[in-house]
C-alpha cells in the first residue's frame, strides 16, 4: 500500500493510505477513547468519543471514520478535546443508570458490600453482571467523570429479556453503539438484530418482536462479546466477575477443532471465547456457551465406584487397577474388547489401541465410526484421506455444499462461506430443507429425504453434457439443477460434505456421488464429521484394521515399524469392527468416553472411564475421566492437522486421563513400554510412527484405507450433535429449549 506522512500530537509518523486516523493512532500507541469502534467491524462513527482535531479544520472529526491524508497534523488531547468529550459522555450516561460511575465513594463500595447484590437493586455497578469488565466504567475514569454530577437519568423501564436460552439482555444499559448489529451482520450476514423505534425510544431488538430462535439467531456469542456495557450478558457465567487466569485450548466438540480461550476463577472454567473473533471467525453455541456446563456439571464422576450387591463402594485408583487387572489377567484375546470415542484425544486413542494389542493381545479396539456410518464408512474414509483446510475457500470460485447446516454447530464455515460469498463465490447448497446458508445461496438444491444422491447423479450428467433423465424430479429441482451446472462450470471449485451426508441413511451411494462428480469437475472436497477427533482415531490405529499411522495391518513395512517401537509382535488376526454384537464372546469390556453398548449379556463385566455415569447400561466399575480442559492433549481435525491443547484447570476429583489410567493398569500387569509421565511423551512416541505427526503439521494421511471384510449395516437417521456418546442437550440446558422450538 502507498505510504503518507503525517503528524500526530507533534511526532511524525508513516502512514498507509486508506487508514483512518484512529488506526494509524493505535498503531503508533496513541489511545484514543471511543465506544463504539471495535477491530476488524466497519467504522461505524455513532459515539462521536473519538473526536480529535485536525489542523486547518475548524470541526472534530470521528477518528474512526476519517482517512489519513499526506501532511495532516492531528491532536487527540486537548482542552477542547476533553471537554468535549466529557459532555458528549454525560449525554451518554444520561440514558444509563449511573449512579455507581460517577459516585464519589464507588472505591469504597468493595470494603462496604461484601458479596455482590444481585436482588433488589435495579441500577449502580454493583449490581451490574459485568461490574469491573465493563468499557464505559474504565471510560468514565479515563476521560475524568468521576465524582461530577450527571445529568438527570432518564431510566427506560425496559423489561430485562430472559426468554432465550445463552443470554440475558437488558437494554436499560444499552448505549446504541450498534456493535452488536454489525457484527451479526458482517461476521454472519445475518440481521437477528436492528434498531426498532426511533429518536428517543429507540433500541436495539429483533424485527417484529419474535425472540432469537424466530428471528434466526445462531447463538455464536459474538454480539455478546463486543457488548460494551452490560446490556448483552451470558446466562452461565453472569456472575462469576473477572477471569483469573486464560489458557488456550483446542475445542474437542467438532472435527474443526477450534482454538478457543477458556477463561477460569479459582480454579473453575466460567468462560469460553474465540482467540479472534473477526480474524478465525466466531465459535458455535457449543464451543462458546457450552463447555463450562459440560466440565463443570454436578454429575461429574470424581472417584472410581465398584459396583457391588449393596450398591457403590468407592476405590482408590490403586484399588482400581488391581481390581481390572485381576480380571484380565484371566481374560483371553478373544474374550476383551474395548471401545473408545472418537472425541477421545490422541493420546487417550494412541494408549488405548496400544494396550488392546500389546496387553490383551487382540485388535478388538474400536469406535462407533463403523457402526455410525455404516455401509458409507469406506467413502467417508476415503474423503478424509484427501481433505485439505477450509483456506481453499478463498481461492473457490464456486462452492457446493452438500448436507451442510451450520447454524449451531461448525459456525466458523458460515464464516468463511460469508467471506466467499463477499469475494463473489458463487454458493450451490444441496439440502433436504431449508436453513441458515440458504439465506444467501446463488441455487438452492431442495431435495427430498433420500433423494440427494439421484439429484448429485443428475447435476453429473449435465456437467458432463448430457440431459437429465427427469425423473422423480420437479420443475423447480430441474431448474435448480440447469443453473447449478452452469455455476460449477467456473473452476476452481470446492465440496463441503456436512454431518448430514456423511451420516444419512443412503450415505453409500450419497457420497459416492460426490466422489463422481467432485471427480469430473477437479474439485476438491472437504467433509466435515460431526466427531471431534475422527481423524485422530483412524490415524492412532484405534480400529482392527489400521495400525498406527492409518496403515493397514497388511502392510508390511509398517508391522515392523510398530514392533520395533513396541518390543512385542503383533496380534496375528484382525477382529470385527463392531465385535461387541458378538456379546456372546466377551467377558470384559471398557469402554473410553462411550456408553457401553445396550444388549450386552450379563456376564460381560464392564469398565467405563467417562465424565458422566451411564444413564442406565449395566457397569461394573466406573471410572472418571480428565476432561479435555483438564489436561495437555492433542487433536487431527478434518483437514488432518494436529492441534495441541493446554490443561487449564485441575482434574475433576480424582479424574486422569484415559492414557494415564491405560498405562497404570498395564503396569499392574507387568507390561513394559507404558511408562510414559506425561503427554508430551506419549505425543513423542505417536511422532516416530505417525509422518508429519507435530504441532500445526498436517498428518501424511496417504495410506489410509478401510475396506471392511464384516457387513457394515446402514447406518441410523442423525440425531441431535454428541460428545462422548451423549447428546448435547443432556448437558447443556440452553440446547434443551431449542429442540423445543425446532
Not at 131 to 160: H, K, N, T, W
Not at 195 to 223: D, I, K, P, Q, W
Amino acid at each position: 500500500m502507498t505510504t503518507l506522512r503525517m503528524t500526530i500530537n507533534g511526532r511524525v509518523l508513516e502512514a498507509e493510505r486508506g487508514e483512518t486516523i484512529l488506526q494509524t493512532a493505535r498503531r503508533y500507541g496513541f489511545y484514543i477513547p471511543t465506544l463504539c469502534d471495535y477491530a476488524h467491524l466497519t467504522p461505524h462513527g455513532s459515539c462521536r468519543l473519538c473526536i480529535v482535531e485536525v489542523e486547518g479544520s475548524p470541526k472534530t472529526p470521528a477518528a474512526c471514520t476519517t482517512p489519513v491524508e499526506e501532511g495532516m497534523v492531528v491532536r487527540t488531547h486537548s482542552p477542547r478535546l476533553q471537554a468535549l468529550r466529557s459532555e458528549i459522555l454525560r449525554l451518554l450516561l444520561s440514558e444509563h443508570p449511573v449512579s455507581c460511575l460517577v459516585c464519589p465513594e464507588q472505591e469504597h463500595c468493595d470494603e462496604c458490600m461484601i458479596t455482590l447484590r444481585k436482588s433488589g437493586v435495579t441500577t449502580g455497578c454493583r449490581s451490574c453482571p459485568k461490574d469491573g469488565l465493563c468499557e464505559l466504567q474504565e471510560l468514565v475514569v479515563r476521560i475524568g467523570l468521576s465524582g461530577q454530577s450527571p445529568y438527570p437519568v432518564f431510566y427506560r423501564g425496559y423489561a430485562v429479556e430472559k426468554g432465550d436460552p445463552f443470554f440475558d439482555r437488558d437494554y436499560n444499559l444499552c448505549i446504541l453503539c450498534g456493535r452488536c448489529l454489525r457484527v451479526c451482520e458482517e461476521l454472519h450476514f445475518a440481521t437477528t438484530l436492528t434498531y426498532v423505534e426511533r429518536g428517543s425510544r429507540t433500541l436495539v431488538g429483533t424485527a417484529f418482536g419474535r425472540n432469537h430462535v424466530e428471528a434466526g439467531c445462531s447463538f455464536c456469542g459474538a454480539c455478546v462479546e463486543v457488548c460494551p456495557t452490560g446490556a448483552l450478558i451470558e446466562k452461565y457465567s453472569k456472575w462469576d466477575g473477572r477471569p483469573d487466569g486464560e489458557v488456550k485450548a483446542i475445542c474437542p466438540l467438532c472435527s474443526l477443532n477450534c482454538e478457543l480461550r477458556l477463561l477460569t476463577k479459582k480454579g473453575q472454567v466460567i468462560n469460553s471465547l474465540p482467540t479472534d473473533l473477526l480474524g478465525k471467525g466466531p465459535l458455535c453455541l457449543a464451543g462458546r456457551f457450552g463447555i463450562p456446563e459440560l466440565v463443570n456439571h454436578p454429575q461429574r464422576l470424581k472417584t472410581p465406584l465398584l459396583r457391588e450387591t449393596s450398591g457403590w463402594r468407592q476405590l482408590t485408583w490403586e484399588e482400581a487397577a488391581q481390581v481390572l487387572a485381576d480380571k484380565l489377567f484371566n481374560c483371553s484375546p478373544e474374550n476383551f474388547g474395548l471401545l473408545v470415542s472418537e472425541s477421545n484425544s490422541n493420546e487417550d486413542l494412541y494408549v488405548a489401541q496400544k494396550f488392546a494389542r500389546v496387553v490383551m493381545r487382540t485388535h478388538q479396539v474400536s469406535t462407533l465410526a463403523a457402526q455410525r456410518y455404516g455401509e458409507g464408512f469406506p467413502q467417508v474414509v476415503e474423503l478424509m484421506r484427501h481433505s485439505v483446510s477450509l483456506q481453499a475457500l478463498s481461492r473457490a470460485r464456486t462452492v457446493l455444499c452438500v448436507g451442510l447446516d451450520v447454524r449451531y454447530l461448525q459456525a466458523p464455515v458460515e464464516y468463511q462461506l460469508v467471506q466467499a460469498y463477499r469475494r463473489r463465490t458463487r454458493l450451490v447448497m444441496l439440502h433436504s430443507r431449508p436453513h441458515s446458508l440458504s439465506l444467501f445461496a446463488d441455487v438452492e438444491l431442495l431435495a427430498t429425504p433420500g433423494q440427494e444422491a439421484l439429484l448429485l447423479n443428475e447435476l453429473l450428467h449435465l456437467v458432463r453434457g448430457r440431459p437429465t433423465s427427469g425423473k422423480r424430479m420437479s420443475k423447480e429441482q430441474l431448474s435448480a439443477l440447469a443453473q447449478a451446472a452452469k455455476l460449477l462450470s467456473a473452476s476452481p471449485v470446492v465440496v463441503l460434505v456436512g454431518p448430514e451426508a456423511l451420516e444419512s441413511v443412503k450415505n453409500k451411494a450419497l457420497l459416492g456421488a460426490v466422489q463422481a462428480l467432485a471427480k469430473a469437475l477437479h474439485a476438491l472436497v472437504i467433509p466435515l464429521p460431526a466427531q471431534g477427533n475422527l481423524s485422530g482415531a483412524l490415524m492412532m490405529g484405534a480400529f482392527p484394521y489400521l495400525l498406527p499411522g492409518g496403515y493397514s495391518l497388511d502392510q508390511e513395512e509398517q508391522r515392523q515399524k510398530v514392533i520395533g517401537r513396541w518390543s512385542t509382535p503383533l496380534p496375528a488376526i484382525s477382529a470385527d469392527p463392531l465385535f461387541w454384537r458378538q456379546g456372546g464372546r466377551l467377558r470384559v469390556l471398557m469402554t473410553i468416553g462411550e456408553n457401553p453398548p445396550k444388549g450386552l449379556p450379563d456376564s460381560v463385566f464392564v469398565v467405563m472411564q467417562h465424565l458422566y455415569p451411564p444413564p442406565d447400561q449395566k457397569v461394573d466399575l466406573l471410572l472418571p475421566l480428565a476432561a479435555f480442559s483438564e489436561t495437555s492433549a492433542s487433536w487431527i481435525d478434518y483437514a488432518g492437522v494436529m492441534h495441541v491443547g493446554n490443561a487449564v484447570a485441575p482434574p475433576s476429583g480424582e479424574a486422569l486421563p484415559a492414557w494415564q489410567m491405560l498405562c497404570q493398569i498395564a503396569r499392574s500387569m507387568g507390561a513394559r513400554g507404558f511408562d510414559f509421565n506425561n503427554a508430551e511423551e506419549v505425543r513423542a512416541e505417536i511422532a516416530r510412527l505417525v509422518s508429519g505427526f507435530v504441532e500445526g503439521g498436517t498428518v501424511d494421511r496417504f495410506e489410509l484405507a478401510v475396506s471392511c471384510d464384516h457387513k457394515l449395516r446402514q447406518p441410523q437417521p442423525g440425531a441431535e450433535p454428541e460428545y462422548l456418546s451423549y447428546p448435547l442437550s443432556h448437558w447443556i440446558q440452553g440446547w434443551q429449549w431449542l429442540l423445543t422450538q425446532r
